[in-house]
């Protein structure tokens, strides 16, 4: 199936880490350059599999409309080599740049919200990806987990 006509101003022929996310989301707002670029890394870093980052779009579907503000950030507070090596090509032509935070800068993107805990007994906050939503966390972490952080809020 051929991708949709993009909007106005926006290049397809590079690809771009928003769209690149949403295509790893499983979501439909990407084009063929994103999931060419996707696959790419995933072909050389295949870890990649292991974010469950589905679980944080799920759990904001389940919620009643408005509810939940639909704030899933998921950033990078270090670079891994495997991304650094996989992606370096892909994130070299893409339209913008990863941008690497730590955890008190990825927090503040939540400012005025209220971070709900990422899993039952868990402290409301920040949490890596493959922490957030799983049932057993301990289980649940792998390298390829660790890579980024979560975090859902709602309005207090």
């Not at 941008?99 to 990825?106: G, K, N, Q, T, V």
Request: charged content about 20%; aromatic content about 10%.
């Amino acid at each position: 199936m051929p991708d949709a006509e993009p909007p106005p101003g926006v290049d397809v022929t590079r690809p771009s880490p928003a769209r690149l996310y949403d295509y790893y989301l499983g979501g439909t707002s990407n084009f063929a350059v994103d999931r060419q670029a996707a696959e790419q890394i995933r072909a050389k870093m295949p870890e990649l599999a292991d974010d469950p980052w589905g679980l944080v779009a799920r759990y904001m579907k389940a919620m009643a409309p408005g509810s939940y503000l639909a704030l899933s950030h998921v950033t990078y507070d270090k670079l891994p080599p495997q991304l650094a090596s996989a992606g370096a090509e892909v994130y070299a032509r893409a339209t913008s740049d990863i941008h690497l935070r730590s955890a008190p800068e990825i927090e503040r993107f939540f400012g005025g919200l209220e971070l709900v805990p990422a899993h039952p007994g868990a402290e409301p906050g920040l949490a890596y990806v493959g922490a957030w939503g799983a049932d057993v966390p301990d289980q649940a972490d792998s390298d390829g987990s660790r890579y980024f952080y979560c975090g859902v809020a709602r309005r207090p």
